[in-house]
């Protein structure tokens, strides 16, 4: 464990508000990635970057927004668009260059009431 | 774009005897095929994967299968024991293009002792 971290582990939050969920790693990894994992579902894509500066929409992008200003950290906003924003949240990094492999984040688990 | 079924969503065995989880993909330039496992609570991670230009991959107890021509693959676990048992998610994606995993619905492993 370690190298990309996810905070906080459980967040709450009322219908309407934004919400945004912390991802960080020291692994040096130009990319990461945002999913959402609901029950029966795996794993699906929000966003993804691969460098700095640059992110691309994934398939359930609506709702969500995201940032990538250092290399180091990947923020999603959850937004009050979201219409069932009630999930686990995983991050995650890969160098994309000898290894294909995604490292991912402890998750954190969102609950809008 | 790319879909990905997986079969059984869940499995139950006998501890000692053999699993198999199967996967069948739409497109048929995805050429990178990884299998992750998430324990109860943790954070998914990988445990074998298969790139396109192989048939078949090893280690140690657990093997992948891709048949390129129908389109699917297989994780074999051998000798399963009580700590096999956990969601396996496989996934599959086209290498060089953001590197965008699309994961099949999981399928829970239950190794009973």
């Known amino acids: 464990d370690g190298g990309i971290t996810q905070s906080p582990k459980y967040l709450f939050r009322k219908e309407g508000q934004n919400v945004t969920l912390s991802c960080e790693q020291n692994?040096?990894?130009?990319?990461m990635y945002w999913y959402r994992q609901d029950p029966g579902q795996g794993l699906r894509l929000i966003y993804y970057?691969?460098?700095?500066?640059?992110?691309q929409k994934g398939d359930i992008a609506e709702g969500y927004s995201v940032s990538r200003e250092k290399k180091e950290s990947f923020p999603l906003t959850v937004t009050s668009a979201q219409k069932n924003p009630t999930a686990f949240y995983l991050c995650a990094s890969s160098t994309s260059r000898d290894s294909y492999e995604q490292y991912f984040g402890p998750g954190t688990r969102l609950t809008v009431t | 774009g790319e879909n990905v079924e997986q079969h059984p969503s869940t499995l139950s065995v006998q501890e000692g005897d053999s699993a198999v989880i199967k996967c069948t993909y739409s497109d048929s330039a995805s050429n990178y095929f990884p299998w992750y496992k998430q324990e109860l609570g943790k954070r998914p991670q990988l445990i074998i994967d298969i790139r396109s230009n192989v048939g078949e991959k090893k280690d140690q107890r657990i093997a992948v299968t891709l048949n390129k021509t129908a389109k699917h693959f297989s994780l074999h676990i051998t000798e399963t024991q009580p700590e096999d048992s956990a969601v396996y998610f496989c996934?599959?994606?086209?290498?060089?293009?953001?590197?965008?995993?699309?994961f099949g619905a999981g399928t829970i492993l239950r190794v009973k002792s």
């Open positions: 996934a599959a994606t086209r290498l060089g293009y953001g590197n965008k995993l699309v």
């Open positions: 970057s691969q460098i700095v500066n640059d992110f």
């Open positions: 692994l040096n990894h130009d990319a």
